[in-house]
């Protein structure tokens, strides 16, 4: 089964992948987490992506789709496949679509997770990662148990440096224009079922809403190994 999660900054996508990979044996790429890893490693690759992330602006497609290609490529032939953050941009959907149909591997679906852009502002601010397991927290709604450190691996959570309220809003901005039309891209070019789901309430209960739908699709007897 290969599937999108999109959604604006903060929709949840991150925190729901991860959960939605693990309970359907999917693979969880993301486009920013494989970004930061490149920048951490202090590639010149990575020190381009930082300008455009920092700024809350979109890194050119070109980048983007020959970095998603090869992590594809990579990690991704031999098991479903669940893309988080990418494609945003409907170049970036046309070249995913072209690169499916190649190995013919077409999407089972494409997941939506929606949120009001209050709750977004509130989420982002609020969002501490780790920098070294990935795991994502937050401030309020979902704290380490220890003040400030992963549960998972006890390094020191870190703020990302574009999850500031002025970014935010630039990236709020950014996927109205850029990302709302990819959505509409799947609707009338693809034959991939688009699921909106409601990202507002806990966590908990947008991860059952996420695996109702992702259930319905994979027993649509579509869903291709
Ligand atoms: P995205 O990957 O879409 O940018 P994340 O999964 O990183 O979003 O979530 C953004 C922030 O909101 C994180 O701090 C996360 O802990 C928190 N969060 C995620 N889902 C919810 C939810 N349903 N209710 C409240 N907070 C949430
Ligand atoms: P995310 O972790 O999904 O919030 O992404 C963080 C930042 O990485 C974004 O604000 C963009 O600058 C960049 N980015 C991630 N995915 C993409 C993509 N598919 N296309 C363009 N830029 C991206």
């Given amino acids: ?6 959604g604006p900054p903060g929709a949840g996508k991150g925190t729901q992948a ?3 990979a693990e309970t359907f044996g999917l693979l969880h790429l993301s ?3 494989i970004f930061r890893a490149e920048r951490a490693a202090g590639s010149e690759l990575g020190g381009k992506l930082a300008e455009y992330m920092d700024a ?3 890194v050119p497609d070109e980048i983007v789709v020959e970095v998603m290609a090869r992590a594809m490529t990579r990690d991704g032939s031999q098991q479903g496949l669940l893309l988080d953050g990418f494609p945003r941009t409907v170049a970036q959907a046309e070249a995913l679509d072209a690169e499916l149909a190649r190995a013919d591997k077409p999407l089972d679906g494409v ?6 852009d209050d ?3 509130g989420r982002i601010t609020g969002r501490r990662s780790c920098p070294d397991c990935g795991r994502v927290y ?4 979902m704290p380490p148990t220890s003040d400030e450190q992963c549960d998972d ?3 020191k959570l870190v703020q990302r440096e574009d999850d500031v309220e002025s970014v935010v809003r630039q990236r709020l901005e950014n996927y109205k224009r850029q990302t709302e039309p990819v959505i509409r891209y799947y609707r009338e070019r693809s034959e991939a079922p688009v699921k909106e789901v409601d990202g507002n309430p806990p966590p908990d209960a947008v991860t059952e809403s996420l695996a109702d739908v992702v259930r319905e699709i994979s027993s649509s007897g579509e869903a291709k190994a």
């Avoid at 997941?111 to 009001?116: F, Q, S």
């Avoid at 937050?138 to 709604?141: A, D, E, L, S, V």
């Fill in 1 to 6: 089964m290969r599937l999108v999660l999109m």
């Fill in 18 to 20: 991860k959960r939605l």
């Fill in 31 to 33: 486009s920013g987490d």
């Fill in 56 to 58: 809350g602006e979109l």
């Fill in 111 to 116: 997941l939506v997770i929606t949120a009001d």
């Fill in 119 to 121: 709750e977004i502002v």
């Fill in 138 to 141: 937050h401030i309020r709604f």
């Fill in 153 to 155: 691996c006890g390094t």
